[in-house]
């Protein structure tokens, strides 16, 4: 079973940025199209990045421009860089399979916050 470990979080101000790491064990994390959740208090968890196998990715246009997702694959590996961060990014950031009947349990998420 493949289990997620989100670091990289922290307290940053506004402007600032922050490097998101996201480890899995498993053999078969290569094969998966990962991505990057947020959950703000009070909110539902909401999908800011997603990357391919190849590296293909793609981003709500909330985060287009500032968030970058990568990946590597032989450390089975995901990370967000996230730059320009806004007090809107104050979130808990989990990384987990894009596809629903891919995923994993959900790891403990790291915590962003953004102060104005």
């Known amino acids: 079973q493949v289990q997620l470990v989100e670091s990289g979080g922290g307290l940053v101000q506004a402007g600032g940025s922050l490097r998101l790491s996201c480890a899995a064990s498993?053999?078969?994390?290569?094969?998966?199209?990962m991505a990057w959740y947020r959950q703000a208090p009070g909110k539902q968890r909401e999908l800011v990045a997603s990357?391919?196998?190849?590296?293909?990715?793609n981003y709500p246009d909330s985060v287009k421009g500032r968030f970058t997702a990568s990946r590597d694959n032989a450390k089975s590996t995901v990370y967000l860089q996230m730059n320009n961060l806004k007090p809107e990014d104050t979130a808990v950031y989990y990384c987990?399979?894009?596809?629903?009947?891919?995923?994993?349990?959900w790891g403990q998420g790291t915590q962003v916050t953004v102060s104005s």
């Open positions: 987990n399979a894009l596809l629903w009947a891919q995923r994993a349990p």
């Open positions: 990357i391919s196998s190849g590296g293909i990715t």
């Open positions: 498993g053999s078969i994390f290569s094969i998966r199209t």
